[in-house]
């Protein structure tokens, strides 16, 4: 696979999305934006979220039932409970549709798994270089479903991608 030729794909098409994002979301600051993948490397996808849908989402949670702070940093952190998931994913159906089509001739291996999650940090890393105004505040990271390696690749990401305190308060999530 032309690693290059995909994170630049990547790079276009997580740009696009941004903008799309950022139409959707005229009147409300996001706090929090991902790149997500399965575990098997297909369906990429860009999710957000913006402090009135999350405490939106805690309060309708709190009048079902009790919730702790563990479960309050859930939903502010899992893109699954997310406003936004897959924005603009008509942008990322060209490169899904090669990764897709590279795995079901078994020519995906981890190693390309591993150049995969890179390639979506860099093109979080070129988005905050091109967007960076729209983006103060807001934190980045990369993500997988479902997977044992999720906390310690948005970690990774997360470090890698924002300021110091910023990836810290991220990285300390969870407590």
Known sequence: MDWDAIENELIQAVQQAFDRLRILTVHEQLYALCLSVSEDGMGIGLNANTDPFLNQKISEERAIEEITLQDESYFRWSSAEWRFEGVGNEFFQPLNNELTEALLRDEQQEISFEKLIDAMIEAL???????????????????????????????????????????????SRFG
């Open 125 to 171: 890393r070129h988005l905050r270089d091109a967007r960076g105004h729209a983006l103060k505040g807001v934190t980045l990271f990369v993500t997988i479903t479902d997977s044992d390696e999720t906390e310690a690749i948005e970690n990774r990401s997360a470090a890698d991608l924002n300021a110091p305190d910023v990836a810290q308060a991220f990285i």
